[in-house]
T-cell receptor, first 116, second 113 residues
Framework: NAGVTQTPKFQVLKTGQSMTLQCAQD?????MYWYRQDPGMGLRLIYY???????DKGEVPNGYNVSRLNKREFSLRLESAAPSQTSVYFC???????????????FGEGSRLTVL | DQQVKQNSPSLSVQEGRISILNCDYT??????FLWYKKYPAEGPTFLIS?????DKNEDGRFTVFLNKSAKHLSLHIVPSQPGDSAVYFC????????????FGGGTRLMVKP
């Protein structure tokens, strides 16, 4: 059971380049999320998709776009990468957006992005 | 300003002793709290949670305590094991905000054999 799969695991970009981080989950979850992790800052929510067909901004959405391609897949795009976007990115999913009692997030292994 | 804070970046404990990880929050609308554990090169994994209607929740060696008046929660691990060495994140969510979690900065726990 793969759970949440992210690709690529590592990427180095030059300032101004674009790229897409891919995420897929095989748990039939309705909700998906993108977080970034920076030292001392914990994980901060970039965008989320409460259900297929919807996306919403999180705490730090500037410089990113997302696409909920279908129920399984949720991609994160950097249109013009900046050094401030150097971070580790985590995709996560949960069964239902509103179900907090059993709705803990399941995370992928992370994608380490460096922008030079 | 961070709404969830873990003021201790690291903690070192001897195997078999108690580990106590602390977390403070400022947003009085938070009413559901979770702890996640993260090993290097892996994603965080859910450990234990507590609703604001409770002040304690226990799961095996792990117990979370919530003090709403002080806006403080703590995770107790008894007895600590070397395999518990990881980064622990405290997280919180508001009612009507679904599973939109706000995370603390994390505490690195090292359990020495």
């Amino acid at each position: 059971n793969a759970g949440v799969t992210q690709t690529p695991k590592f990427q180095v970009l030059k300032t101004g380049q674009s790229m897409t981080l891919q995420c897929a989950q095989d748990m039939n979850h309705n909700s998906m999320y993108w977080y970034r992790q920076d030292p001392g800052m914990g994980l901060r929510l970039i965008y989320y998709s409460a259900s297929e067909g919807t996306t919403d901004k999180g705490e730090v959405p500037n410089g990113y776009n997302v696409s909920r391609l279908n129920k399984r897949e949720f991609s994160l795009r950097l249109e013009s990468a900046a050094p401030s976007q150097t971070s580790v990115y985590f995709c996560a999913s949960s069964p239902w957006w509103a179900d907090r009692a059993t709705g803990e997030l399941f995370f992928g292994e992370g994608s380490r992005l460096t922008v030079l | 300003d961070q709404q969830v804070k873990q003021n201790s970046p690291s903690l070192s404990v001897q195997e078999g002793r108690i580990s106590i990880l602390n977390c403070d929050y400022t947003n009085s609308m938070f009413d559901y709290f979770l702890w996640y554990k993260k090993y290097p090169a892996e994603g965080p994994t859910f450990l234990i949670s507590i609703s604001s209607i409770k002040d304690k929740n226990e799961d095996g060696r792990f117990t979370v305590f919530l003090n709403k008046s002080a806006k403080h929660l703590s995770l107790h691990i008894v007895p600590s094991q070397p395999g518990d060495s990881a980064v622990y994140f405290c997280a919180a969510s508001e009612n009507n905000a679904g599973n939109m979690l706000t995370f603390g900065g994390g505490t690195r726990l090292m359990v020495k054999p």
